[in-house]
């Protein structure tokens, strides 16, 4: 397993190694992944969180490695997707309490992140398509 760095504006991510015999799917319990969406989304959302389930919004506002939005999330959400169109776009990160708006981490940036490190679990990641 390998984490991102932490503070301030950083990117929280976590890579886990899979075995080589797992068995991998784009659907989830509620969510289905068919690929990676638009690194500056913009428009409707939805987040599938294990905490809170499924809740939509529009994005509100954003910056490079955050966007914001009022689809509710809470606690048991945090590192589920934030899909448009079955694409994935973010991971649910908590609320900011100063913009009154729940943030997300824009899901390029976590693939930036990854690739940027010298360790290479994780890197040329994709979505499968089953």
């Not at 976590?14 to 289905?32: E, I």
């Not at 638009?38 to 969180?49: E, R």
């Not at 905490?51 to 009022?70: A, D, E, K, L, P």
């Amino acid at each position: 397993m390998y984490r991102s760095p932490g503070g301030g504006i950083g990117v929280d991510w976590v890579v886990m190694r899979l075995n080589a015999d797992a068995v991998l799917t784009s659907n989830g319990p509620s969510a289905r992944v068919d690929g990676i969406g638009a690194s500056n989304p913009v428009g409707p959302l939805c987040k599938d969180g294990a905490g809170t389930g499924v809740h939509c919004g529009s994005i509100t506002s954003q910056n490079t490695t955050r966007f914001y939005s009022n689809a509710q999330s809470g606690g048991g959400d945090s590192g589920g997707p934030v899909l448009q169109n079955n694409e994935i776009v973010g991971m649910v990160r908590g609320f900011d309490t100063a913009l009154l708006a729940f943030e997300y981490i824009k899901f390029t940036a976590v693939l930036d992140g990854i690739n940027a490190q010298p360790n290479p679990v994780g890197k040329g990641f994709v979505v499968t398509n089953s």
